[in-house]
């Protein structure tokens, strides 16, 4: 309001306010920003160079881990490779056990020899076991076949299956099986089945005794429509299938395969069958390579990535004519193996690996990164079989982000911008003030000069007159001095208020207080007044309730108050010459009310009036004289009284001034 009066007043002033309000403040503020700006700028390309550091840093120790973990199962193929043949099952058993996992198969000319690890499903070649001659079951086929019936056939082969060599007694207990099938003893051929499997690793007819057992025990199973059972048979031989359980070629494994499915109504193969299925896969394209051209080369290595649908494997190898061995080497491993051991590094570096082939393919991870968040160690750059990735994992920074250090560096710029905005606020406003102070008191001092002028003016014209004896009648000299003394009244009076409101300002008011009758107080002020604004013209009607209690009051101070509002009220009425003075007791307090009908205040003054020096615009533009000071003293003066003084006007229709006075027993 104040600031607004002075623009309204000063276009100068406030432009001039207005530069220096930006000139010290926003200026700064926006320094600050920029510099905030630029550190956290320098701060990120910081970190974006030490994330790059730390990938490299990643990647070159990754390459090594995996050239590491290469080198280890080399080793192992090599001391498998050169084992003798009667130490090579010892070898490759202890490799196996040390390898987590990893797969190493030896291979003779005539197909597998022994694996280690987790065993393949199938196995491109199995060499034939020494198996009892055709000529030892002649007998008995020639009973089943061309006798009377199974019968003769079951005594002869019962005889062979409690032979000492289990290849004899494997090869009776399948027939045997099968004689009592068709002699539809089904619980004994189940039972020679039984039998049979426990003889598991030996062979009949190139199939190992372990995998006909189930299959001819199912098959009768199935016969008999004994669901249960045969299912949970199927499910042993499936899972038996899966693991690898028996050497077995890939022809053996998928008839076999295909029965369970049939039975089991269940053709899904998992992820982990899946990937076994890869390894076989990957031996056998090893193995024929081996038949085709190596087994001519003497003593080679080998290290070759293989896909076979969406897996990526690698096989080492080693090979001579005599011999390979294969370690085939797939995603899991790399998980296990390499991926956990770098588990450290990654958290403390903030990195990812990924694996991809020479072709780009992914072979593990997720390398589609943005090429600027990962550091490559190329495959022909490291000779690995793979490229390797490190990638920068998404913290939030370099993608757009912030680290905590340049959040914390921005909200600090940020508090300053704050604190430099707010200060030059509150600086700009206590300068405001002060300016519109001064330009108040400057407006006082030249109201006062006028209001002093005035009658000073007259007294000198008077006074000319009279001491030059140019005054004719005594009628006219009398009235001459009547004028000069009211003149000098208002001299007088207007000297007392400046004096009043000085000790006022300076908080030295002293007060006497006393029990008075508001009544008669308010009825001397009113006829007192009454006297002065007959002159003019004004009329002042006074209403009173009667009864009033006493106030505790410094009179002179409260007839000033009343003398003052009557005084505006009469001042700020140029048409309407009429007041009214209302005085009644409302609860424990007296009402004393000013209204008149006059040029009214506008809402947005009515406050502001209370504070010294403050005038109206109306009063101003209607050159009303005034020193701005009459209710700020009013104001001081009743809130001494532990009263209050209020306002209610419209403009144009007059005003309302109510001081209310706490009665003499609860005076503080
Ligand atoms: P002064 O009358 O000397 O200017 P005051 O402090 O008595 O100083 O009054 C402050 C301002 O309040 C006046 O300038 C005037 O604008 C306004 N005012 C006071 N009384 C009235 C009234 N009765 N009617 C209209 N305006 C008034």
Same mark, same amino acid.
Request: net charge neutral; glycine share 8%; with cysteine.
């Given at each position: 309001?104040?600031?607004?009066?002075?623009?309204?007043?000063?276009?100068?002033?406030?432009?001039?306010?207005?530069?220096?309000?930006?000139?010290? &403040?926003?200026?700064? %503020?926006?320094?600050?920003?920029?510099?905030?700006?630029?550190?956290?700028?320098?701060?990120?390309?910081?970190?974006?160079?030490?994330?790059?550091?730390?990938?490299?840093?990643?990647?070159?120790?990754?390459?090594?881990?995996?050239?590491?973990?290469?080198?280890?199962?080399?080793? *192992?193929?090599?001391?498998?490779?050169?084992?003798?043949?009667?130490?090579?099952? !010892?070898?490759?058993?202890?490799?196996?056990?040390?390898?987590?996992?990893?797969?190493?198969?030896?291979?003779?000319?005539?197909?597998?020899?022994?694996?280690?690890?987790?065993?393949?499903?199938?196995?491109?070649?199995?060499?034939?076991?020494?198996?009892?001659?055709?000529?030892?079951?002649?007998?008995?086929? $020639?009973?089943?076949?061309?006798?009377?019936?199974?019968?003769?056939?079951?005594?002869?082969?019962?005889?062979?299956?409690?032979?000492?060599?289990?290849?004899?007694?494997?090869?009776?207990?399948?027939?045997?099986?099968? =004689?009592?099938?068709?002699?539809?003893? +089904?619980?004994?051929?189940?039972?020679?089945?039984?039998?049979?499997?426990?003889?598991?690793?030996?062979?009949?007819?190139?199939?190992?005794?372990?995998?006909?057992?189930?299959?001819?025990?199912?098959?009768?199973?199935?016969?008999?429509?004994?669901?249960?059972? #045969?299912?949970?048979?199927?499910?042993?031989? !499936?899972?038996?299938?899966?693991?690898?359980?028996?050497?077995?070629?890939?022809?053996?494994?998928? +008839?076999?395969?295909?029965? &369970?499915?049939?039975?089991?109504? =269940?053709?899904?193969?998992?992820?982990?069958?899946?990937?076994?299925? $890869?390894? %076989?896969?990957?031996?056998?394209?090893?193995?024929?390579?081996?038949?085709?051209?190596?087994?001519?080369?003497? =003593?080679? *290595?080998?290290?070759? &990535?293989?896909?076979?649908?969406?897996?990526?494997?690698?096989?080492?190898?080693?090979?001579?004519?005599?011999?390979?061995?294969?370690?085939?080497?797939?995603?899991?491993?790399?998980?296990?193996?390499?991926?956990?051991?770098?588990?450290? #590094?990654?958290?403390?570096?903030?990195?990812?690996?990924?694996?991809?082939?020479?072709?780009?393919?992914?072979?593990?991870?997720?390398?589609?990164?943005?090429?600027?968040?990962?550091?490559?160690?190329?495959?022909? @750059?490291?000779?690995?079989?793979? &490229?390797?990735?490190?990638?920068?994992?998404?913290?939030? +920074?370099?993608?757009?982000?912030?680290?905590? *250090?340049?959040?914390?560096?921005?909200?600090?710029?940020?508090?300053?911008?704050?604190?430099?905005?707010?200060?030059?606020?509150?600086?700009?406003?206590?300068?405001?003030?002060?300016?519109?102070?001064?330009?108040?008191?400057?407006?006082?001092?030249?109201?006062?000069?006028?209001?002093?002028?005035?009658?000073?003016?007259?007294?000198?014209?008077?006074?000319?007159?009279?001491?030059? /004896?140019?005054?004719?009648?005594?009628?006219?000299?009398?009235?001459?001095?009547?004028?000069?003394?009211?003149?000098?009244?208002?001299?007088?009076?207007?000297?007392?208020?400046?004096?009043?409101?000085?000790?006022?300002?300076?908080?030295?008011?002293?007060?006497?207080?006393?029990?008075? !009758?508001?009544?008669?107080?308010?009825?001397?002020?009113?006829?007192?007044?009454?006297?002065?604004?007959?002159?003019?013209?004004?009329?002042?009607?006074?209403?009173?309730?009667?009864?009033?209690?006493?106030?505790?009051?410094?009179?002179?101070?409260?007839?000033?108050?009343?003398?003052?509002?009557? /005084?505006? @009220?009469?001042?700020?009425?140029?048409?309407?010459?009429?007041?009214?003075?209302?005085? $009644?007791?409302?609860?424990?307090?007296?009402?004393?009310?000013?209204?008149?009908?006059?040029?009214?205040?506008?809402?947005?003054?009515?406050?502001?009036?209370?504070?010294?020096?403050?005038?109206?615009?109306?009063? *101003?533009?209607?050159?009303?004289?005034?020193?701005?000071?009459?209710?700020?003293?009013?104001?001081?003066?009743?809130?001494?009284?532990?009263?209050?003084?209020?306002?209610?006007?419209?403009?144009?229709?007059?005003?309302?001034?109510?001081?209310?006075?706490?009665?003499?027993?609860?005076?503080?």
């Amino acid at each position: 309001m104040l600031l607004s009066m002075l623009h309204g007043q000063n276009p100068l002033a406030s432009r001039r306010l207005f530069v220096l309000f930006v000139a010290t &403040t926003l200026a700064p %503020a926006i320094g600050l920003g920029w510099l905030g700006w630029r550190m956290v700028e320098q701060d990120r390309a910081l970190e974006k160079q030490r994330a790059q550091e730390r990938r490299d840093h990643a990647a070159d120790l990754g390459a090594a881990a995996l050239e590491r973990a290469l080198a280890e199962i080399e080793e *192992r193929l090599t001391s498998v490779f050169s084992a003798p043949p009667a130490a090579l099952n !010892d070898s490759a058993r202890k490799s196996g056990k040390l390898s987590g996992g990893v797969t190493i198969v030896v291979f003779g000319p005539q197909g597998v020899l022994d694996h280690t690890g987790a065993a393949l499903t199938y196995y491109p070649a199995v060499p034939p076991a020494a198996e009892p001659s055709p000529a030892l079951f002649a007998p008995a086929e $020639a009973l089943e076949f061309q006798g009377p019936g199974p019968a003769g056939a079951i005594r002869a082969l019962n005889e062979l299956a409690h032979a000492k060599d289990p290849a004899i007694r494997a090869g009776a207990l399948v027939r045997l099986a099968r =004689n009592y099938r068709k002699s539809g003893d +089904f619980p004994r051929a189940l039972a020679a089945f039984r039998n049979l499997g426990a003889l598991a690793d030996t062979q009949v007819n190139g199939l190992p005794a372990g995998l006909l057992a189930p299959q001819g025990s199912a098959l009768i199973l199935e016969a008999l429509r004994q669901h249960e059972d #045969l299912k949970s048979q199927a499910s042993l031989l !499936d899972a038996d299938l899966r693991n690898g359980r028996w050497l077995l070629t890939r022809a053996s494994y998928e +008839f076999a395969k295909e029965q &369970t499915r049939r039975w089991l109504s =269940n053709g899904v193969s998992d992820s982990e069958e899946r990937d076994r299925l $890869a390894l %076989a896969e990957a031996a056998e394209s090893v193995w024929k390579e081996w038949q085709a051209a190596a087994r001519a080369e003497p =003593n080679t *290595r080998g290290r070759r &990535t293989l896909w076979t649908g969406d897996q990526s494997l690698l096989a080492l190898s080693r090979s001579s004519p005599g011999r390979l061995v294969v370690s085939l080497v797939g995603p899991q491993f790399l998980q296990r193996e390499w991926l956990a051991g770098l588990r450290s #590094l990654r958290a403390a570096q903030h990195v990812d690996f990924a694996l991809t082939d020479a072709e780009g393919r992914p072979v593990l991870g997720h390398p589609e990164a943005p090429v600027s968040r990962q550091s490559v160690r190329t495959a022909s @750059a490291t000779r690995l079989p793979w &490229t390797v990735h490190a990638i920068s994992v998404e913290d939030g +920074f370099g993608s757009g982000g912030m680290s905590g *250090r340049s959040q914390m560096l921005l909200a600090g710029i940020a508090m300053m911008a704050v604190l430099v905005l707010g200060g030059g606020y509150l600086v700009n406003r206590a300068i405001s003030r002060e300016v519109t102070v001064a330009k108040l008191q400057a407006d006082f001092v030249a109201a006062v000069s006028h209001e002093f002028r005035t009658p000073l003016t007259t007294m000198r014209q008077l006074s000319e007159l009279l001491v030059q /004896d140019r005054v004719s009648t005594d009628d006219r000299r009398r009235q001459f001095y009547q004028v000069l003394l009211r003149e000098s009244d208002r001299l007088h009076r207007l000297v007392e208020g400046l004096l009043n409101f000085g000790r006022m300002d300076a908080g030295e008011m002293q007060y006497r207080f006393e029990p008075l !009758d508001p009544a008669a107080l308010v009825r001397d002020v009113v006829a007192e007044f009454r006297q002065e604004a007959s002159k003019t013209g004004y009329q002042i009607e006074l209403q009173e309730s009667g009864g009033l209690p006493p106030i505790r009051a410094d009179r002179e101070s409260l007839a000033r108050v009343f003398w003052n509002l009557l /005084d505006n @009220a009469v001042k700020y009425s140029p048409e309407h010459h009429m007041v009214w003075v209302e005085l $009644a007791g409302i609860g424990k307090r007296i009402m004393v009310r000013v209204r008149d009908r006059g040029l009214g205040i506008p809402p947005e003054e009515q406050t502001e009036i209370f504070r010294k020096f403050v005038r109206g615009a109306a009063s *101003r533009a209607a050159a009303i004289q005034g020193t701005g000071v009459g209710l700020a003293m009013a104001r001081q003066i009743v809130e001494a009284h532990g009263g209050e003084i209020s306002v209610e006007s419209k403009p144009g229709e007059g005003s309302v001034f109510t001081v209310l006075l706490p009665c003499a027993e609860q005076t503080v």
